[in-house]
């Protein structure tokens, strides 16, 4: 996924509102940001470090900007736009990054399914059958251990749930990390956080559902999956 024009850098001072955040560009100007955030953001930025941000080019925007990277206590860079997630998974499987999600001939995006009346981020399709990925983003890292949910997520367990009956019925399931984040060296759900969530994922697995993590590489340039991580 690249970035034309390049992101432009500033100087996160505060992250507030769970939507706001407010920078320092280069120019030395104070602005404030749109955060597309919807997590907790925990451990994925500091006060005072540099962040890149979009310019949607539209003057009727409230927020004409967009938060998209910003920098780890660690030093390390962390993507923050939690909707480019399911397009980076896409651009990934599409190039043949991702070798265990080929072979299918279609891919079709936030397709209804399930008992709960949910909807599946990527729904692929092949002779061989169908493939329900959901993706989720994962920036929040105690050291190189990347974590999922940064806060309590109902919403991921109902997830879990629509993965576990599909798996169960035979069909494909899959739940597809999505690291970015230059500092994570492998992903485990975040028990601690929220025990519910960690519960639903251990009824998932036993029941069959993938769970799939890749990597991605960070820059102003571009946001690209590159590599597979552990699942733990």
């Known amino acids: 996924m690249k970035f034309n024009p390049p992101l432009q850098r500033g100087t996160l001072l505060r992250r507030y509102k769970r939507f706001l955040a407010d920078i320092e560009i280069e120019t030395g100007e104070l602005m404030t940001v749109h955060c597309p955030n919807t997590g907790s953001m925990k451990n994925c930025w ?12 539209n003057p009727k925007r409230k927020y004409r900007h967009t938060l998209e990277i910003t920098t780890t206590p660690e030093a390390a860079l962390a993507g923050v736009n939690t909707g480019r997630a399911n397009g980076l998974v896409e651009e990934a499987i599409g190039a043949g990054v991702v070798a265990e999600l080929q072979g299918y001939e279609t891919l079709r995006r936030e397709v209804r399914y399930g008992s709960e009346n949910s909807r599946i981020d990527l729904l692929l399709s092949g002779p061989a059958g ?8 994962v920036t929040l890292a105690e050291g190189a251990r990347g974590l999922f949910p940064d806060a309590v997520s109902s919403r991921g367990a109902k997830h879990l749930r629509e993965l576990q009956a599909l798996a169960g019925s035979g069909v494909r399931a899959v739940l597809f990390y999505c690291v970015q984040h230059t500092g994570i060296e492998t992903v485990a759900a975040a028990r601690e956080i929220d025990p519910g969530y960690a519960a639903a994922l251990d009824r998932a697995l036993a029941a069959g559902v993938e769970v799939i993590a890749y990597r991605a590489g960070v820059s102003a340039d571009e946001i690209a999956l590159r590599e597979a991580i552990p699942f733990r």
């Open 46 to 57: 500091a006060e005072n470090t540099p962040c890149w941000y979009s310019d949607s080019g």
């Open 130 to 137: 169908d493939c329900y990925v959901e993706v989720k983003n």
